[in-house]
């Protein structure tokens, strides 16, 4: 089978890391050289070269605003900026809610979110998952009892990603508490900034904080907010959950952290030799980098379903299941290799860390969470034997 890119892909991958070598500013590319967290600010700083350039939203279709590139492109660029350790932008609005708006929005809102999803103006996050509801999803209490031409909303969310430097959260509402549980859903965006809404940041075991509990108490929101029929929200938020799994395949950052990997073995000594000379390190570095290789095949298939304009379906969770767990085994590996480097932090002395084992201690904690958010691999694993190998539900 031939997997080369074509003449011109290739010449657009050249494209894409020339401009990312000129545009991509010096503090970011310190930060990527050993892979610092990057504050909220650094992201949306990146965010508007990459307007700027018109690649911030590389699916979304030229009416909106969009590249119009081909699905492959759209997966060099993706690759090339993750391999480059550029600033992951936020996900909320770009590939989450913009493509949502797109299928199943009002001409009126498409023109009113889209352009500020697009510019970085406004920021977005996702509130799904409530103390009772997270795999089940479907569960979830949070109201909005109808009021006028309004909802008033009460209740939590939990675990909402960088709620406190949003804008705007689109949230699962309960609408209807007597109808069947999927049923009684709408899929509704909140201003931030209406009185009520309170998000209080928790800190990650990496003492970042990267999410909230979101309270809601009576928030006055216009029902014109609702994305999709009243009650009709959970096929709006399955939707949007097929794309937020396609996204979590993570091959560019894998293949990144597999070179640091490598660079670590190779700076680390033990007989005379270093670690990569060692036939059991090599062979546990080798099946990484085989499964990585084949994490990247399966994501070829999907991208060829793509280019014939398949939306992407249950196969996602193969990418999310995979991506995610050969995600956390480099780090692991990484963490192996480096002995009692590992114990070193981001911003530790490098008189006594190595300059090569910083950076890696805090993201490998926050990987454990790559196989919860987006739906725990679990529920993936239910998804990938009903929907692909055609086993019954379980219980
Ligand atoms: C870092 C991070 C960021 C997040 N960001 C957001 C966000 O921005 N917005 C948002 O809405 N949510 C967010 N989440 C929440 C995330 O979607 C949920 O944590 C996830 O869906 C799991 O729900 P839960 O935590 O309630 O666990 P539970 O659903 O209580 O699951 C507990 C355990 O039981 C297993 N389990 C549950 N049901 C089944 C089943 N039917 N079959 C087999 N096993 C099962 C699960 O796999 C898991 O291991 C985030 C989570 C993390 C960790």
Known sequence: MDLSFSAEDEAFRQQVRAFIDAALPDDLKAKAEIDAPVEMADT????????????VAPGWPTKHGGPGLTPTQRFILTEELELAGTPQLSPFGLTMVGPAIMQFGTPEQQARFLPKI???EEVWCQGYSEPEAGSDLASLRCKAESDGDDFIVSGQKTWTTYA???????CLVRTNPTAKQQAGITFLLI?????????????T???????????????RVPKANAIGPIDGGWTVAKALLGHERTLLAMVGSSGRLLRRVKRIAAATTVGGRSLLEHDTWRAKIVRLEIELEALKMTNYRVLAGAQLGKAPGPESSILKLRGTEV??????????????????????????????AQGIAAPFCYARANTIFGGSNEIQKNIIAKWILGLPSAG
């Open 205 to 219: 075991i990496g003492q970042q904080p990267a999410f909230c509990d979101t309270f809601f108490e009576n928030v």
């Open 164 to 170: 406190q430097y949003a804008d705007w959260i689109f």
């Open 191 to 203: 201003d931030m900034k209406t009185p009520g809404v309170e998000a209080r940041p928790m800190l």
């Open 118 to 120: 697009l510019s970085g």
């Open 327 to 356: 995600n956390q085994q480099l780090y692991e590996l990484a963490m192996e290799l480096m002995g009692y480097d590992a114990l070193g932090w981001y911003n530790d002395d490098p008189g006594v860390v190595p300059a090569l």
């Open 44 to 55: 949306m700083r990146w965010h508007r070269i990459l307007f700027e350039k018109g690649w």
